[in-house]
């Protein structure tokens, strides 16, 4: 079949494109965009092993220490947010671990998968987060 040679013959370069963005640290340090499903956008600054979450227009800004377990997983620790928090949403933070997978790096973004304690728990998300900030539409 045509296409099943196509594929077989792109799938290395794919796959090697995707092991130099990983070993660029393309998602491992700079600025980030990501529009979960609400109208705010949240701005992701990771530089080295701390990781800021913005969100625009706001004053609410949480700080995590990231660890990279291997070239495209990585593990939050809530650290502190710059906004008062309830005792009860601070023991939250502290108990569970937010894990992420990137599964995959285009030039304008990657698609993630995670979820609080498991990548694929009950809760788990598949998203994209982007490199440059988009447009609303």
């Known amino acids: 079949n045509y296409c099943n040679t196509l ?5 290395p370069f794919i796959l090697a494109a995707q092991a130099k963005a ?26 080295g092993s701390v990781q800021k979450e913005v969100f625009a ?3 609410d800004t949480s700080v995590w220490r990231i660890t990279w377990t291997n070239a495209s997983s990585y593990k ?13 949403e601070k023991s939250f933070y502290n108990v569970h671990i937010p894990l992420v997978r990137v599964l995959s790096v285009g030039n ?8 609080l304690d498991s990548i694929k728990g009950p809760g788990s998300i598949t998203d994209t987060i982007w490199f440059k900030r988009q447009i609303k539409r």
């Open 108 to 115: 304008d973004y990657y698609i993630f998968t995670g979820d």
């Open 57 to 59: 227009g706001k004053k």
């Open 7 to 11: 594929i077989s013959f792109f799938f």
């Open 76 to 88: 939050l620790k809530f650290i502190r947010k710059d906004t008062a928090i309830s005792q009860e």
């Open 22 to 47: 990983f070993k660029d640290n393309k998602i491992k340090n700079g600025t980030f965009y990501f529009r979960p499903n609400t109208d705010r956008e949240l701005i992701i600054i990771r530089n």
